[in-house]
């Protein structure tokens, strides 16, 4: 009922401010820094990911915790299409990406979705964790700990080499990739408004009744498990060419852990709240770590206090105040 | 640059005050109020990448303390042509934080220099990096090596560290030295390249002086492992005259430990090309005397007749307590070197540098650093001597030195150029 | 023979450490229900601290040979004292959230105490020096095994019998037992849960800082001996089954020998073994070994 | 009065469980809570024991307001409870079950008498004391999960769904016992969704429905009552 609510009050008032922070966010190349732009273009990286994760999270209510491991296939995805196979189409390394985390996401969220909560973290973090080793393992396929390159793909089929790396990136690559997140934003606020969607929350706040309504709970939950896992995907193909190089670091457990203080700290119960989550995550980060050697201290502090003060996150903090207004109004 | 490269080198080749000039001079010069005439007057901005947390967080404290220590040195005598020398420091983790982290110095600091990082593979994110941001980039350890294979042969701003494999290929010229009469070889090294091609140039070059040696096993214990007796159950079984390790940082006293408590010692004699990079950890209660000891490019008491390296080793014991590891002189050996580029330059332009002509000028510099002269190849990659040794317990310490100590010359030890290939060059030995 | 009896030894004793750790987060998530991530931090903790202790007392004449007393005393009170801190401090305030949001609470803490021990001890590894060879060594049919490395199998041994007859035999320990199953019923007899998981967490944190101290004598600390610990703990008690002790002390066995034959006969395979292992446990029996029993 | 609710309302999540809910429990008096499933009982018996907050309303026992207090107070302060599942604990004993509520709350009798009175109450029970949790029949668990409550020696008992799913050779033993509980002196709440099982020692009826109390009054009353009996008897 209230996100029902929340979705109707959204359409008529927060439509014109999604599209105003997204036109900011599109021109911050026009006035801010090249870092900056390096920094919102992680970002949209990210906030792909997360939007994902947060199908699974937020609206599936399954917490996994090895989420990384998606991003890793994307990233991975790049870098042999760039590199082993002088493929370098970022259209193809995208398609290629979704297909193969769809196809890895299939395989184990078949054996995933029939647990929840503990259970389901800790099956997914097992398999972060084993495909953390394989990559370290298979030395000779991935460059164990030394990664992989990661070519400049080609946009739409041009190619930019005769462009800066900077130029490249704070320009043709950050709209591409705003475009593109933009795009998927749609798609995943078309997909949760969807009966789909509905249904997924449904089976998180009651899963007997939902199964007795006749909906079949594993099915769903494997659906949510796979398109969060394509998202992911995208986000690390997308974040690979920007760093320019792929680790296995990109899906040790700390990092699902990332992915998942970011849904947290922007609150996983509101559509954007991911996405506040990501960006103030990463801006904070940056801040952060230039301040102290013990930033971690810091983050994990921030994660503790999130935790018990405000577990609705960002969005849950402006959410009650603007209920608070609007109660008093 | 109206000038060409070989007549700008030509120039400061020229030019070139003797380094140890610079170095004599360098404790009495007049702490520079001022900055000289044609520099900017604002500090010079040095972003430092040490690795603080996990393996890689025993070296690079060791650095990053030498780096403030070296800037306070340097500020106290008035800066770098009289600049301030202030210091930013950004953590180095995962490749994608460091290229994250590169960038913010470069674009947002504006960093003069950025000296740090150990990882090989933040190196190989961040080498490229360098080169299209135009920053110059002084690696303490990270090479651009995929496995012995130099991914960036010419380069104009990034400086890489010395060859992965150096040390490796070192412990077996002094494995041949000191045990002629070894037949069998079992290694255990860290389960990541570092560690396979430690082993791997460690077996060739062996060979190579003693064609009838054989490597009975290896081991492959992943990089941070805290426990070895199921290692050493295995090191055990494998029953071979020498054991052999590339280990590095904090696993090194507990592989050494562990193996003592199980008598393994008692059979067999060991190597450990890099186990100097927890040297102090090594008590002499755990370790035997007579294993070789490699210390990488700084062993803290390599002579006494060099006075950098004594006033160094007592400053920075009196300031932790510790006595400084390897990453020490690459850390001071990067800064020295910047500085005296920069002061080259200046002697013969008359004006700050710009980060091309101080990457032109490191090209093939040698200054005095802790460990004696050092400096950077034609190529771009550090060229240093490298200290190994017998473990001994004749010293005032709790833990071990190395006696019969030999310097192992970079033309031994390194590829000649870093196109080279590793396995063909060392075919081309003669013994 | 003497092969078998090195990987044998070396597995037990790997798997002795193991067991204090995963028992600690079996105790905690047998009864809060709180799958604690930072059990390996106190592991770490606890080793630093044993290292700290018994470093003061050694300088102080404190005879060497029986150091492994204020060992254990530094591994109890350090517990004792973190425990309930942390407890008090932090966990009793997400007890009546989803169990999501207090394995985030574990991860900030992690995050947070991994800085806490570099902060105090540095990124230098610590050790005893060589104290625990004042022991000597055992020849057992030709294997050479440290005694010390026997003492700490003997004290996990210890410490599981204790554990088993404080939960089977005391008060305290039916009280955890019926609580684990049925909180509100024991709410409803009477019982101040509060109370309950102070102890209990307490009990969770001491047995993780009891196994960081014991087993520090025989390696050394460093900054990251926790964090890969957590994840072979997680193994453990997906193997053993989730808030079952008897699970976590034969997974502990299970990974301990395990990692110890792959050691020996496949390297290459560690922890590929271990992982597949677990994963296969999770599908095919995803309570674990021993799920169906409590604590 | 012994126990008194006034004017309760209790919520779940969003939707209103309870709406004015009165109760009165004098000395000596044994009430029924008659109910169809999902009328509220279980809610009423769970604010009593403090595992539901109230919105508003008070729970007065023995002149005490206990309507804040958590669940473990309200046992200690005398309020012994035998939830519907029975929630034996499987993992320990007959025995053991009925010990852990000896060792929480402390009255004048020792623990040796308290658990002599519960078994004196339900004598099978000590013929199956080694038993676990997991291995005695549903009607023994009612009777363990109504000893265990008696063991605590409270001053009053709730008994929610007592006779609930069990043979009809078993419900006269367990209604006696019940009676032989309250001939001890000790009020007691039964709460039921059957009228059939309510024993007919039973002082006074309170029928709840959509969470209000829509009845309160003698059985006989109750009979009298068509519009109200519709409703409950239509239920079993």
């Known amino acids: 009922m209230k996100n029902r609510q929340e979705i109707a009050r959204l359409k008529s008032l927060k439509l014109p401010l999604v599209i105003v922070i997204g036109l900011v966010l599109l021109c911050v190349p026009l006035f801010a820094g090249q870092f900056f732009s390096y920094l919102m273009l992680t970002f949209f990286a990210y906030a792909i990911t997360v939007i994902g994760f947060n199908l699974l999270f937020g609206y599936a209510g399954l917490l996994s915790f090895g989420h990384a491991l998606f991003m890793a296939v994307g990233a991975y995805t790049a870098a042999f299409l760039t590199s082993t196979f002088a493929l370098p189409y970022m259209e193809l390394i995208l398609v290629a990406a979704v297909i193969v985390s769809a196809i890895l996401a299939a395989l184990i969220g078949a054996l995933c979705v029939r647990y929840i909560k503990i259970y389901f973290a800790m099956l997914t973090l097992a398999f972060g964790m084993l495909f953390y080793t394989f990559l370290l393992k298979f030395y000779y396929l991935t460059g164990g700990d030394e990664g992989m390159r990661v070519l400049r793909p080609y946009l739409l089929g041009i190619d930019f080499s005769g462009t800066p790396k900077m130029q490249f990136l704070a320009g043709t690559y950050y709209i591409y990739a705003f475009v593109i997140l933009a795009i998927l934003t749609f798609v995943m606020w078309k997909i949760v408004s969807s009966p789909f969607g509905l249904c997924l929350k449904a089976i998180r706040d009651n899963p007997e009744k939902a199964e007795y309504l006749g909906v079949s709970v594993k099915k769903y939950r494997w659906y949510a498990f796979v398109i969060s896992a394509a998202y992911a995907a995208v986000g690390g193909a997308l974040l690979a060419p920007a760093v320019g190089q792929v680790d296995p670091g990109l899906t040790y457990w700390t990092q699902s852990g990332t992915l998942v203080f970011m849904s947290l700290l922007g609150g996983f119960d509101y559509f954007f709240g991911p996405l506040i989550g990501g960006i103030v995550y990463i801006l904070l980060q940056n801040s952060v770590m230039s301040l102290t050697s013990y930033w971690r201290f810091i983050f994990g502090a921030i994660l503790v206090f999130v935790v018990i003060v405000a577990p609705g996150g960002i969005a849950g903090v402006i959410g009650s105040l603007v209920k608070r207004r609007e109660r008093r109004d | 640059m109206g000038k060409t490269r070989r007549e700008f080198v030509k120039l400061v080749g020229g030019a070139a005050v003797g380094a140890g000039m610079l170095l004599a001079g360098r404790g009495k010069a007049q702490a520079q109020a001022k900055p000289a005439k044609g520099v900017p007057s604002g500090p010079v901005r040095i972003g430092a990448m040490p690795g603080l947390s996990g393996v890689i967080a025993v070296p690079g404290t060791a650095a990053w303390r030498t780096t403030q220590m070296w800037a306070e040195e340097v500020n106290a005598a008035g800066g770098i042509l009289g600049r301030k020398v202030e210091l930013s420091m950004e953590e180095e983790t995962t490749a994608k934080d460091c290229v994250e982290r590169f960038r913010k110095l470069t674009l947002e600091t504006k960093c003069d220099v950025i000296v740090g990082l150990m990882s090989t593979g933040n190196g190989l994110a961040v080498g490229p990096l360098a080169e299209e941001l135009g920053q110059l980039w002084l690696a303490w350890d990270a090479t651009t090596q995929k496995g012995v294979v130099e991914t960036m042969p010419r380069t104009k701003f990034s400086f890489r560290s010395t060859d992965n494999e150096a040390e490796a290929i070192g412990g077996a010229i002094l494995t041949a030295k000191f045990f002629p009469n070894i037949k069998t070889v079992v290694g255990i090294n860290n389960d990541y390249s570092y560690g396979r091609d430690c082993w791997d140039a460690y077996q060739a070059v062996l060979k190579h002086f003693n064609p009838n040696v054989k490597f009975v096993d290896a081991l492959w214990p992943k990089l941070g492992e805290t426990d070895f007796t199921s290692h050493i159950a295995a090191l055990k079984k494998a029953n071979a005259d020498l054991i052999m390790t590339s280990f590095w940082s904090g696993d090194v006293p507990i592989l050494m430990k562990q193996a003592t408590a199980a008598g393994l010692f008692k059979r067999s004699k060991a190597c450990f090309t890099t186990g100097g990079g927890a040297h102090y950890t090594l008590k002499k209660e755990f370790t035997p005397e007579g294993i070789i000891l490699g210390y990488n490019s700084f062993y803290f008491k390599w002579t006494d007749t060099w006075p950098l390296l004594t006033k160094f080793v007592n400053a920075y014991y009196a300031k932790y307590k510790e006595y400084p590891v390897y990453e020490t002189d690459h850390a001071y050996f990067v800064l020295q070197a910047y500085k005296e580029a920069v002061e080259k330059c200046y002697s013969i332009l008359g004006r700050w540098p710009t980060k091309e002509e101080v990457g032109k000028v490191l090209s093939g510099i040698q200054v005095p650093s802790l460990s004696g002269f050092r400096g950077y190849r034609e190529d771009n990659l550090m060229s240093c001597n490298f200290f190994m040794g017998l473990t001994s317990h004749k010293n005032p310490y709790d833990f071990v030195t190395i006696n019969q100590m030999e310097v192992l010359t970079p033309v031994q030890i390194m590829k000649p150029f870093a196109g080279a290939k590793l396995y063909d060059w060392i075919k081309g030995w003669k013994s | 023979m003497e092969t078998i009896l090195n990987i044998l030894f070396s597995g037990v004793f790997h798997a002795s450490t193991l067991f204090l750790v995963a028992a600690g987060l079996q105790v905690v998530f047998g009864v809060q229900k709180v799958f604690n991530l930072a059990c390996g931090t106190f592991y770490g903790l606890g080793a630093y601290f044993g290292i700290t202790v018994v470093k003061c007392l050694v300088e102080h004449n404190f005879p060497k040979a029986l150091f492994i007393v204020p060992l254990i005393a530094a591994g109890l009170a350090l517990g004792l004292v973190v425990g309930p801190i942390i407890e008090r401090g932090l966990m009793k305030f997400v007890y009546d959230r989803d169990e999501t949001f207090q394995l985030l609470l574990t991860f900030g803490l992690v995050m947070m105490l991994e800085d806490v021990i570099k902060f105090i001890w540095g990124t230098s590894p610590q050790s005893m020096g060589g104290i625990d060879m004042v022991y000597g060594q055992l020849n057992v049919l030709g294997a050479t095994v440290p005694v010390y490395n026997l003492v700490v199998i003997l004290c996990s041994l210890i410490i599981a019998g204790l554990i088993s007859w404080l939960l089977m035999n005391t008060r305290f320990g039916r009280i955890i037992r019926a609580t684990a199953d049925k909180r509100e019923m024991g709410e409803a007899l009477g019982i101040n849960m509060k109370v309950v998981y102070l102890k209990v967490f307490t009990l969770g944190t001491v047995l993780g800082t009891l196994g960081g101290a014991l087993v520090v004598p025989a390696g050394a600390a460093v900054s990251e001996m926790g964090m890969d610990l957590i994840v072979l703990a997680f193994a453990v008690v997906v193997i053993g089954g989730l808030g079952s002790m008897k699970g976590a002390f034969v997974g502990a066995l299970i990974v301990g020998v395990l990692k110890s034959l792959a050691i020996s006969t496949y390297p290459e395979m560690e922890m590929l073994t271990i992982y597949i292992i677990v994963i296969a446990v999770l599908v095919i029996k995803p309570q674990g070994l021993f799920g169906g029993s409590r604590v | ?236």
């Open chain 4, 1 to 236: 009065m012994v126990l008194e609710v006034r004017n309760l309302n209790v919520y779940i999540k969003a939707s209103h469980i309870l709406r004015n809910v009165s109760i009165e429990m004098g000395e000596n008096e044994v009430i029924s809570l008659i109910g169809r499933n999902g009328a509220g009982k279980t809610t009423l018996l769970r604010s009593i024991m403090g595992f539901a907050k109230p919105e508003s309303g008070s729970i007065t026992f023995e002149g005490r307001d206990v309507t804040r207090c958590s669940p473990h107070e309200t046992a200690l302060a005398g309020i012994g409870y035998a939830p519907e599942e029975s929630d034996i604990f499987a993992d320990l004993t007959t025995l053991e079950n009925i010990e852990i509520a000896t060792w929480t709350r402390k009255t004048g009798r020792n623990e040796e008498e308290r658990i002599k009175l519960a078994y004196s109450v339900f004598p099978t029970l000590e013929r199956y004391k080694t038993r676990r949790g997991t291995q005695i029949s549903g009607g023994e668990r009612k009777m363990l999960s109504i000893a265990r409550a008696l063991a605590m020696d409270p001053r009053i008992l709730l008994l929610d769904e007592s006779f609930e799913g069990l043979s009809p050779a078993i419900i006269p033993q367990i209604a006696e016992s019940i009676h032989e509980i309250a001939r001890m002196g000790r009020p007691i709440l039964l709460a039921e969704s059957n009228i059939y099982h309510v024993p007919d020692f039973v002082d006074k009826i309170y029928v709840i429905e959509r969470g209000e109390i829509i009845f309160s009054g003698k059985s006989e009353e109750l009979l009298n009552d068509k519009a109200v009996l519709k409703i409950v008897a239509g239920a079993a």
